[in-house]
């Protein structure tokens, strides 16, 4: 029996705000090197792992999402890039790469295949970006836009959080598409990032603005066809206050409320009826049979150089709290991955 010591991040308590670094602990472990037969699973390296904001919400003892909760002093689960050692499952063999739910440790038993994707490796898309641009948050964001917004060319396009994993991707399918975008960040650095490197029409600094009303009106004078929703609150009640008639917004998450026992109301909401806004919240999950299609299109136009994507990548296992508690604060510039070990 062929055994390695196995690190991993696991959660030591439920949390009720913002996640803390002392809410999660490195623990040390031995596994098998082997994938039991009779088990239908695959035994992996992990190689990098993803930071999601959603990720929060299964550190609180709520069991009424449309995710559990994690189990305490067990591995974290998150996305993740790995190579397979063993294989008790037909589909996949030693020497593959995979994409999908794995475990914040060195080595994962994943005995649930069904949601893993084989990545056919490509030496002019990085590996890691199966976690951001090629993986879930990219594909939020495309889901998001094309499903939800329905947009048109030459409509006026807000996106806030617009430097993170999803936001960055957004505004470049609403440029290709033809529309004037502007994104919101929280420091002049992710400001800069987006209009020039990013493709940008405008952008600006939410916490240097006063009166983000007045904000919106200074750069959608005509007002907003699509708001494509990262953070809710303030922004969220002033984008309200700011959408054309027949406009549309994509609820794709509320990261400005740090618990579900300190949520904030909003004020401007009766706007929903003379403007005859249509609100969404959605799940990429529910757009499945999109994602062959999501795939072609976003590598097709990063390969021409038409999109370009913005990861923050930590060095180590042993960051991967620090990193994902940074989500929440804005430390991160771009998509945050932890790299666990180079194949």
């Known amino acids: ?49 993803s930071c999601d904001p959603y990720m929060r919400g299964r550190m609180r003892d709520f069991h009424g999402s449309y995710i559990p909760p994690f189990v305490l002093s067990q591995a974290i689960e998150g996305f993740g ?57 990219g594909f939020t964001a495309y889901a998001g836009f094309y499903e939800i917004c329905s947009p048109k060319n030459g409509e006026y396009v807000f996106v806030s959080a617009a430097s993170g994993a999803v936001g ?5 399918l609403a440029k290709l598409h033809g529309c004037y975008v502007v994104g ?27 009166d983000l009303d007045a904000a919106l009106k200074r750069y959608f ?24 008639i027949h406009g549309r917004i994509a609820v794709c998450g509320m990261v400005s409320l740090h618990s579900i026992s300190d949520t904030k109301g909003i004020h401007n909401l009766y706007c929903v009826v003379p403007k005859r806004i249509r609100m969404q919240g959605f799940l990429q999950s529910d757009y499945l049979q999109k994602f062959p299609q999501f795939l072609e299109h976003v590598t097709e136009n990063f390969k ?16 991967a709290p620090a990193a994902f508690v940074g989500l929440f604060s804005g430390r991160n510039i771009g998509k945050q991955v932890i790299c666990v070990a180079k194949d």
Do not use: C
């Open 1 to 49: 029996m062929v055994t390695a010591e196995n690190k991993q991040v696991v959660l030591e308590r439920y949390i009720e705000g913002a996640p803390k670094e002392t809410d999660m602990a490195m623990k040390m472990g031995k596994i098998e090197l082997k994938a039991p037969k009779g088990s239908g699973g695959i035994l992996v390296k992990n190689l990098y792992l």
């Open 81 to 137: 890039v790995a190579k397979v050692l063993d294989s008790d499952n037909p589909d996949f063999k030693p020497g593959d790469f995979i994409s999908g739910l794995t475990g914040w440790e060195e080595y994962s038993l994943i005995r649930s295949t069904w949601q893993l994707r084989k990545i056919q490796p490509d030496h002019s898309i990085p590996l890691s970006y199966h976690l951001g641009l090629l993986g879930m948050p």
């Open 168 to 172: 960055q991707l957004v505004g470049q």
């Open 184 to 210: 919101s960040a929280g420091s002049s650095q992710k400001v800069d990032l987006l209009k020039n490197k990013l493709g940008f029409d405008e952008a600006f600094n939410y916490k240097e603005e006063t």
């Open 221 to 244: 004078p005509e007002g907003i066809d699509i708001y494509f929703d990262n953070v809710g609150g303030a922004i969220l009640d002033a984008a309200l206050l700011n959408m054309r």
């Open 304 to 319: 021409h150089g038409k999109i370009v994507y913005i990861e923050d990548m930590n060095e180590g296992l042993e960051t």
